[in-house]
C-alpha cells in the first residue's frame, strides 16, 4: 500500500490538519515582509546638496531660494561661479566646516537660485563642480531609511541595489542548503533553525550601522527566508492528502501576498526604518515555540525508519479528527519506494527534451524577475508609494486566487502563456501613457503595472505545477532544483532593473524598466507555446514517457509504454505537488518521499 492510503484512514484535511497547516503556513507571511522590506527601508527619497551654513532637516524642492551665496545646488554637486580652484577646494575641506559655516559670500556673488544638474551645465566656461558631502532629504514620506542615515546617493547609489541582492543571494543558499539539511536531519529541525536565523539576523538589523554590516546581516535574513520558504512548503504539502495539495499549495502562496499587504501598513504607520524593522522582527520570536506545538513530518519519519514516532503522530490526528482505530495505522508494507535514479546528462540524448528543458528554466528565470522587479519598482511610479505598493500586492492576491477555478478546467499550458502575454503586453503599454499621453493620464501607467502584477503573480503561482508535471520522475527533483536556481539568478538580477531609470533620464527611463520586463515576459509566453498541455494527462515516468508527451502532445500515453500509470488521478495529481520543493533536489531521500511512480 502506498503511504498516501494513510489519508484515507486519518483524514485528508481535518481538523486537527488545518490547525497545524495555520501554524506552519504563518511564517510564510513574515518572509514576504523581509523580502519586500527594502522597498520601504532603503527608499530613495528626493535630495539635494546640503547648504554648509543652514540645519534645516526638511527639503523644500519646489520653487525657487535666493541666499547671498555663489554656489547652485543639484542632486549631487555644486556649481560655483568666479572661483578659483583654490577657494573651492577650500570650502568643501571637511575639516573646514566650522569656516565654511562662517564664511562671508557677499565678497562673491550676490544671487543663486537652486537648479537641476542638467540646467547648471549648459556651456557656463566659467562654472566649477565639486562633488556633495552631505545632502539635505525630503521627509515627506519618511522620517530616516537606511539611505538617507549612511548617504547612499548619487556615487553610492547602487549600494542600495548591492543591498537587496545580497539578501537575494542568501534567499538563494537558504533554499538550496536548508532544505538538504531537512532531508537529512528533519523538517522540523531545519524549520526550526530557520526560524532562529530569521529573529536573529532581522532583530539585529535594526541596530546596524555600517552599509556591510547591514548587507550581512541581510545575507544571513535571506538565507532564513530560503530555508522557511522551502521547508514550510514542503512541511505543508505532507502534511494534507494527495486531493488537497493544490489547493494547500495556492493558499500557501496567498500567504505570501497577506505578508506584503501587511508590510504596507506597518511602513505607512512607521516612518523610521529601524523602528520598522524592530516592530516586523519582534512578533516571530513567538515562532520557537513550534518546537512544542509542531510535529515532524510523518512521511519524513516512516522514510527514516521511525515508524513508531510516525504512528504516535498519525493516531493523534486521527484521534483530532474524530477518527479511532484498534489496528496500527502503518503497517509494515506502508512506505515509500526509492525511485531510480538517472543522471541528467541523460537529456543530451534526447535533443527534443532538453530543447524544452531548457524553454522551462529560462521561463523560471523571466518568471521570478519579473514578479520581484516589479514589486521594486514601486518608487519608479507616480504617485504615493504606499498606495502603489499596496495596489501591487493585492495584484498578487488576485493573480494567485484566478490560478484556483483555471488550472483544471481550462489547463496549465492556456493558464500560463495567457498569463504572460496580458502581464507582458499591459506592461509595454505603459509607454504610450508616459510618452504620449498627457500629465492627467499617468495614472494609466500605475493601472498596467497592476495588470502586469496580476499576470506574472499567475504565471509565477502556475509554473511550479506545471514544470513538475513536465519532468518525468527520474529527472524531476533534479530539474526543478535547477529550475530554482534560475528563478533566484532572475531575483538577484531583478532590483538592477529598475535603476535604468537612473542611467537613462527623462520620460523614456520611468518606462524602460517596464518595457523590460513586458519584452520578456512575452519572448517567455511566446517559447513556451513549444510546451504541451499536461492536465488530466499521466505523469511520465522515464525520459521516454516524456518524450513521447512533448513530441506527440498527446493527453493521454500510447499502450507501448512500459511504465504502469498511477493507481488513480487524485494520488497523481497530490504527488505532483509533493515535488514542488526543488531546491532539494540534491538529496536522495527528497526523492524518495515523492511518490510519483505508482507505487502499492
Known amino acids: 500500500m502506498a503511504y498516501d492510503d494513510v489519508f484515507q484512514k486519518i483524514g485528508s484535511f481535518g481538523r486537527y490538519q488545518k490547525l497545524i497547516y495555520l501554524f506552519q503556513t504563518l511564517p510564510v507571511v513574515f518572509t514576504a515582509i523581509q523580502t519586500y522590506l527594502s522597498v520601504f527601508i532603503l527608499y530613495v527619497p528626493d535630495h539635494r546638496c546640503a547648504k554648509p551654513n543652514i540645519n534645516e532637516t526638511k527639503l523644500h524642492m519646489e520653487g525657487v531660494n535666493t541666499i547671498n551665496s555663489s554656489m547652485l545646488y543639484s542632486k549631487c554637486a555644486r556649481y560655483f561661479n568666479n572661483l578659483t580652484m583654490e577657494s573651492l577646494h577650500q570650502l568643501f575641506d571637511p575639516r573646514t566646516e566650522s569656516y565654511n559655516q562662517h564664511y562671508d559670500y557677499n565678497n562673491k556673488l550676490m544671487h543663486t537660485k537652486y537648479i537641476s544638474l542638467e540646467t547648471s551645465a549648459d556651456g557656463n566656461s ?160 513567538l515562532f520557537l515555540f513550534y518546537t512544542i506545538c509542531v510535529p515532524e513530518s510523518t512521511r519524513w519519519l516512516v522514510v527514516r525508519g521511525k515508524r513508531e514516532k510516525a504512528e504516535k503522530i498519525l493516531r493523534r490526528i486521527a484521534r483530532r479528527n474524530n477518527r479511532l482505530f484498534q489496528e496500527p495505522i502503518l503497517s509494515k508494507e506502508d512506505g515509500v519506494d526509492r525511485a531510480p535514479q538517472v543522471s541528467f546528462i541523460t537529456l543530451w540524448s534526447h535533443p527534443r527534451l532538453l530543447c524544452n528543458t531548457v524553454v522551462v528554466f529560462f521561463n523560471w528565470f523571466v518568471v521570478a524577475l519579473v514578479f520581484l522587479g516589479l514589486s521594486w519598482n514601486v518608487n519608479n511610479l507616480a504617485g504615493d508609494v504606499f498606495l502603489n505598493f499596496f495596489l501591487t500586492s493585492i495584484a498578487e492576491i488576485v493573480g494567485f486566487l484566478l490560478c484556483i477555478p483555471l488550472l483544471d478546467r481550462v489547463g496549465r499550458k492556456p493558464v500560463y502563456v495567457v498569463s504572460l502575454f496580458t502581464g507582458g503586453f499591459a506592461l509595454l503599454l505603459t509607454m504610450v501613457p508616459v510618452l504620449v499621453g498627457s500629465p492627467d493620464i499617468q495614472w494609466v501607467m500605475s493601472l ?113 509504454i512500459t511504465v504502469p500509470p498511477p493507481s488513480n488521478s487524485n494520488t497523481q495529481h497530490g504527488d505532483l505537488m509533493q515535488n514542488l520543493n526543488g531546491e532539494t533536489q540534491q538529496s536522495v531521500e527528497l526523492e524518495m518521499l515523492q511518490p510519483l511512480n505508482g507505487e502499492t
Open 126 to 285: 566659467t562654472m566649477h563642480s565639486a562633488e556633495c558631502k552631505r545632502w539635505e532629504y525630503d521627509t515627506t514620506e519618511f522620517e530616516k531609511t537606511f539611505v538617507t542615515e549612511n548617504n547612499l546617493v548619487c556615487s553610492k547609489k547602487l549600494y542600495r541595489t548591492h543591498a537587496i541582492v545580497f539578501f537575494m543571494a542568501g534567499f538563494t543558499v537558504g533554499s538550496l542548503f536548508i532544505g538538504i539539511f531537512s532531508d537529512r536531519l528533519g523538517r522540523k529541525v531545519a524549520f526550526i533553525g530557520s526560524i532562529v536565523l530569521y529573529v536573529g539576523s532581522n532583530v539585529s538589523l535594526s541596530f546596524a550601522q555600517e552599509f556591510w554590516e547591514f548587507s550581512a546581516l541581510r545575507l544571513v535574513s535571506g538565507v532564513s527566508v530560503g530555508g522557511l520558504i522551502t521547508t514550510c512548503y514542503v512541511m505543508d504539502l505532507e502534511l494534507v492528502g494527495p486531493d488537497m495539495r493544490m489547493l494547500a499549495g495556492i493558499v500557501y502562496m496567498l500567504f505570501w501576498g497577506i505578508g506584503a499587504i501587511l508590510l504596507t501598513g506597518m511602513a505607512y504607520l512607521i516612518r523610521d526604518w529601524r523602528k520598522l524593522n524592530l516592530a516586523l522582527a519582534l512578533p516571530t520570536i
Open 448 to 560: 498596467l503595472s497592476l495588470v502586469g502584477k496580476v499576470g506574472s503573480s499567475a504565471a509565477f503561482a502556475t509554473i511550479f505545477l506545471y514544470s513538475a508535471e513536465l519532468f518525468p520522475t527520474v529527472i524531476r527533483n533534479t530539474g526543478l532544483g535547477i529550475a530554482n536556481f534560475c528563478a533566484r539568478t532572475g531575483g538577484m538580477i531583478a532590483p538592477y532593473i529598475p535603476d535604468v531609470s537612473q542611467i537613462v533620464s527623462g520620460d523614456f527611463g520611468r518606462v524602460l524598466p517596464m518595457c523590460i520586463f513586458g519584452g520578456l515576459a512575452i519572448f517567455a509566453g511566446f517559447l513556451s507555446l513549444l510546451l504541451p498541455e499536461t492536465n488530466k494527462q499521466d505523469l511520465p515516468e522515464t525520459l521516454e514517457d516524456a518524450e513521447r508527451i512533448w513530441l506527440k502532445g498527446r493527453r493521454e500515453r500510447g499502450k507501448d
